[in-house]
């Protein structure tokens, strides 16, 4: 009997061990009142931090996230993105895990009920790989698929009162039992397949939770809704049809952590969501209905997946205070999503910039992760206005953000000094309409604009907070209509001295970006004056960037001993492309012999302007050497 009750008694050691090993190592906890999450091995506070783990693959004639498509699953690229991660510190990658909704190459394809056993044999690998990367997971559905059954139960209680799809889905008893569904059949087939547990941080039910507030029952002020947990609400009574999605979203939360929790007892779960449109107004979500509060309240989640993008209209503190964060510090928070387009932020230094101070400011309300949206470069045509993910532009935010460079995220100042002489600086105009003052074009913000309210002539003067060494200028316009505008710019130095930095006459539109770039840079500028001296449209702009430029040599300056002309080559057969008012400074960088038989000097924009009707400074001698 002996004999056979050792063996045995091993098993069970190996089993009691197995088990351990396989537990998920992230928790979350409660510290003086602050939810956190931990290290269950060592008790380490531990902050999520990596990438968006998207890849996009053209499939037919748009792009696609098929990370785990079954003809584009590739381990060596997975393992070699996960190598680079952790060599700069990074520990969790979040991956969408049925962007890929229908197909057969996909999660689900018509005609085929349930879920493509291949695509999940990919899934259950790609923990693997974590694994043995040590890089942590967070699996995150972005809807309900379409096919395998799910859609079509998700829809079953659609009706006249009730719209298909996302209003369905979160608000009736059939989108309860479709989740239920997908994550049940999901679950058990990851079960069957040595899914590597103890590398995933959690599991997100949706991507981003919203309802359309423009379709019913949410359009309805009238009528009685039973939703899918059996309760009936009054939508005449505004917190009645508030409570009526918050209940089912709880129900849902509820059922599904269970059925995951059967599988991997140790997991997190958690949702997300972009920021609410209340109490501070703002754009984000368009007309999407998103309430989160009381989900903070109430819903038993582990904890909460909020996004939240340093080049919306509303700053991190704002968006805290709409998700519900400061009545609820004891929910653990990650930053599933953040980042910003070039669309927004055109400066690769600023946007970098803007969102390490972003992570720091936020660390105050009580968010506890970052995960940068994207890792590789979008491929050409993906993206409109691509974002500044953490492989683009040389690599920038892989360093700029890396634990490794970053220890403490949280930590204010921890990044390099501005690249933003507007920064901090004041604005004046020739006119504001009331709502559009002039620092609007200076608050790094491309959704405000200063609007003059009339025609041109219009301008804004900026006083920067202390003077620096201007590199480059750029101007967004808000322009309606299209047509031919004359832009002056004026860079103000600290003596007293004004310098002509652009004179630019052409066809504009709205949003184009005029930019000014002064090669070496112009030291001690205290300010800019940006005119629209002509043009078809009401001055206004969106932004105006001054940035520094890191050089320290002196500029030749040349000064106007009365008003002349600026010409497009170095000739006087051609005619003027610009003036250069009396007393004006203006930037020469080089000087060249025309076939006129004067010596010019080249200026910022391509201008000409002759040696002989100009002063030139001590600077200017050496140009022609250069």
Not at 452 to 478: C, D, K, Q, W, Y
Not at 481 to 491: D, Y
Not at 575 to 592: C, E, T
Request: charged residues 20%; hydrophobic residues 40%.
């Amino acid at each position: 009997m002996r004999r056979s009750l050792l063996p045995f008694a091993l098993l069970l050691v190996l089993a009691f061990t197995t088990a351990t090993q396989a537990m998920n190592r992230i928790g979350v906890r409660v510290v003086q009142g602050e939810g956190a999450f931990y290290d269950t091995v060592t008790g380490d506070r531990f902050f999520p931090r990596g990438a968006n783990y998207v890849d996009f693959k053209l499939v037919g004639r748009r792009f696609e996230d098929r990370p785990l498509a079954t003809d584009t699953f590739d381990p060596v690229r997975i393992a070699d993105a996960f190598i680079l991660l952790k060599d700069f510190g990074y520990n969790t990658v979040r991956v969408f895990f049925d962007l890929c909704n229908t197909g057969s190459v996909c999660i689900t394809g018509p005609g085929r009920e349930g879920l493509n056993p291949d695509y999940l044999d990919n899934m259950a690998e790609f923990t693997r790989i974590a694994r043995d990367h040590d890089i942590h997971v967070l699996f995150t559905s972005n809807d309900i698929p379409d096919h395998g059954g799910y859609g079509e139960i998700a829809n079953r209680d659609a009706s006249e009162m009730i719209e298909g799809y996302r209003n369905a889905h979160y608000i009736t008893r059939g989108g309860i039992d479709a989740f239920t569904a997908y994550w049940r059949d999901l679950m058990a087939a990851l079960a069957e397949r040595d899914t590597a547990w103890e590398a995933v941080l959690g599991w997100s039910l949706v991507n981003e939770q919203w309802t359309f507030s423009q379709q019913p029952p949410l359009s309805l002020d009238q009528g009685m809704i039973t939703n899918g947990t059996g309760k009936t609400y009054d939508l005449s009574d505004p917190e009645q049809k508030r409570r009526m999605i918050t209940d089912n979203l709880i129900a849902i939360s509820a059922e599904v952590s269970t059925i995951i929790k059967a599988t991997d007892p140790d997991a997190l779960v958690t949702m997300g969501f972009f920021a609410p449109r209340f109490p501070n107004e703002t754009g984000i979500g368009g007309d999407w209905f998103v309430d989160t509060e009381p989900l903070l309240a109430g819903a038993p989640l582990d904890f909460f997946d909020f996004h939240a993008y340093t080049d919306t209209d509303l700053g991190i503190a704002g968006q805290a205070e709409n998700f519900g964060m400061p009545q609820h510090r004891d929910k653990a928070v990650i930053m599933g999503e953040v980042g910003s387009s070039s669309a927004y932020i055109p400066r690769l230094q600023m946007a970098l910039r803007a969102e390490q101070i972003w992570m720091a400011q936020s660390c105050d309300e009580g968010f506890d992760g970052w995960l940068h949206w994207g890792f590789y470069p979008f491929p050409p045509g993906a993206d409109q206005h691509p974002p500044y993910t953490l492989l683009s532009h040389d690599r920038t935010f892989l360093e700029g953000l890396a634990p490794i460079n970053r220890p403490d995220p949280c930590l204010k100042g921890d990044y390099e000094p501005s690249v933003l002489l507007t920064e901090g600086a004041t604005a004046t105009a020739s006119r504001s309409l009331p709502g559009h003052p002039p620092d609007h074009a200076i608050d790094a913000n491309n959704e405000t604009t200063w609007e003059s309210g009339t025609e041109a002539p219009g301008h804004v003067e900026i006083a920067f907070a202390e003077p620096g060494r201007l590199g480059e200028v750029n101007i967004r316009l808000a322009q309606y209509p299209e047509g031919e505008t004359r832009s002056i710019i004026t860079a103000m130095l600290a003596d007293g001295t004004n310098v002509l930095i652009g004179d630019l006459t052409r066809n504009t539109k709205d949003s184009e970006v005029l930019s000014v770039r002064l090669p070496g840079g112009l030291p001690d500028v205290a300010g800019l004056r940006v005119e629209i001296a002509a043009s078809p449209s009401w001055v206004s702009f969106y932004e105006i960037e001054a940035l520094r430029d890191p050089g320290k040599d002196a500029p030749c300056l040349l000064t106007a001993r009365t008003a002349v002309n600026l010409r497009g080559d170095a000739s006087t057969q051609n005619p003027p492309v610009g003036q250069l008012p009396a007393s004006m400074a203006v930037m020469a960088f080089r000087a060249v012999d025309g076939a006129d038989g004067f010596t010019w000097y080249r200026m910022t924009g391509n201008a000409f302007v002759r040696s002989d009707v100009v002063a030139a400074g001590p600077r200017c001698a050496t140009l022609r050497a250069e």
